[in-house]
Nanobody, 119 residues
């Protein structure tokens, strides 16, 4: 089970740190991905961190403002979002699985946390 937290309403230019807490003892074996979705857009890849934090992946739009990390001792992954923009408004989901770009590569999903950015 994955549970996201840390979302909220912020002004443009602000920052948020989302957390993803996993239950169970196998979290460290999985890659963790972050996706976002709005009512008008399909689920969009935001970031991925592989097991043991060996590698991180970001789509072009996320490079520089989004930072993914993990603390396997706490079964938790994080997504730091800086310089928030209104277009970042979405529900953010964390997921665990094989990893990287595609939702189908992830076996486990959280229920999401809402991020709302106002100008």
């Amino acid at each position: 089970q994955l549970v996201e937290s840390g979302g909220g309403s912020v002004l443009a230019g602000g920052s948020l740190r989302l957390s993803c807490l996993a239950s169970g003892s196998t979290f460290s074996r999985y890659a963790v991905g972050w996706f976002r979705q709005t009512p008008k857009k399909a689920r969009e890849f935001v970031a991925c961190i592989t097991w043991s934090s060996l590698s991180t992946y970001y789509p072009d739009y996320a490079k520089g403002r989004f930072t993914v990390s993990r603390d396997d001792a706490k079964n938790t992954a994080f997504l730091q979002i800086d310089s928030l923009e209104p277009d970042d408004t979405a529900v953010y989901y964390c997921a665990a699985g094989v990893g990287v770009w595609f939702p189908a590569n992830y076996e486990f999903w959280g229920h999401g946390t809402q991020v709302t950015v106002s100008s």
